[in-house]
T-cell receptor, first 114, second 111 residues
Framework: DGGITQSPKYLFRKEGQNVTLSCEQN?????MYWYRQDPGQGLRLIYY???????QKGDIAEGYSVSREKKESFPLTVTSAQKNPTAFYLC?????????????FGQGTRLTVV | KQEVTQIPAALSVPEGENLVLNCSFT??????LQWFRQDPGKGLTSLLL?????REQTSGRLNASLDKSSGRSTLYIAASQPGDSATYLC??????????FGAGTTVTVRA
């Protein structure tokens, strides 16, 4: 069945480590997004990609990196430069970057620094 | 920068009561507004999408209105059920292609 798959569901990171969160979609969507969610706050945009091999920084890109080598995949790397990485990370996609299209979300990855 | 506010932050109602959830945004130059539902520890489920040219959308017991000029949207849920307990988020998309989210309203429907 079609959808957005995020893995792993839970991820633990030691101080100073880089970790990569996976996001895969089989909806044939052009646009993909990464958000971070903290308790009591709205979702904040980390990075987004409107097309393969292209991506832009969102509002809180520092300490994160992404790639978009394939249409269906948009992995997010949380680097050691991200000082407060513990959060719930959500990936989303939409048909294209057209401003009237609906966004769909994956089930999220909860990252904890230990 | 677009700011989205949802009031109240939490709401508790008895089963059967109608729910009214509010969303306001600072920049009225939006292209659409989307309402989502989030269960604890889960991702977001899209409920309704309202295009900027529309004034409302309906799906089952859900009805969402949009007043772009005043920067407001309201989500109505008729005859609430315990299964409606969740956090409801609204988001607007502006001409920078970004979805800006409110912090959500957490709803508890008491049986």
């Amino acid at each position: 069945d079609g959808g957005i798959t995020q893995s792993p569901k839970y991820l633990f990171r030691k101080e100073g480590q880089n970790v990569t969160l996976s996001c895969e979609q089989n909806l044939n969507h052009d646009a993909m997004y990464w958000y971070r969610q903290d308790p009591g706050q709205g979702l904040r945009l980390i990075y987004y990609s409107q097309i393969v091999n292209d991506f832009q920084k969102g509002d809180i890109a520092e300490g994160y990196s992404v790639s978009r080598e394939k249409k269906e995949s948009f992995p997010l790397t949380v680097t050691s430069a991200q000082k407060n990485p513990t959060a719930f990370y959500l990936c989303a996609s939409s048909i294209n970057a057209d401003l009237n299209t609906e966004a769909f979300f994956g089930q999220g990855t909860r990252l904890t620094v230990v | 920068k677009q700011e989205v506010t949802q009031i109240p932050a939490a709401l508790s109602v008895p089963e059967g009561e109608n729910l009214v959830l509010n969303c306001s945004f600072t920049d009225s130059a939006i292209y659409n507004l989307q309402w989502f539902r989030q269960d604890p520890g889960k991702g977001l489920t899209s409920l309704l999408l309202i295009q900027s040219s529309q004034r409302e959308q309906t799906s089952g017991r859900l009805n969402a209105s949009l007043d772009k000029s005043s920067g407001r949207s309201t989500l109505y849920i008729a005859a609430s059920q315990p299964g409606d307990s969740a956090t409801y988020l609204c988001a607007v998309i502006s001409n920078d292609y970004k979805l800006s989210f409110g912090a959500g309203t957490t709803v508890t429907v008491r049986a």
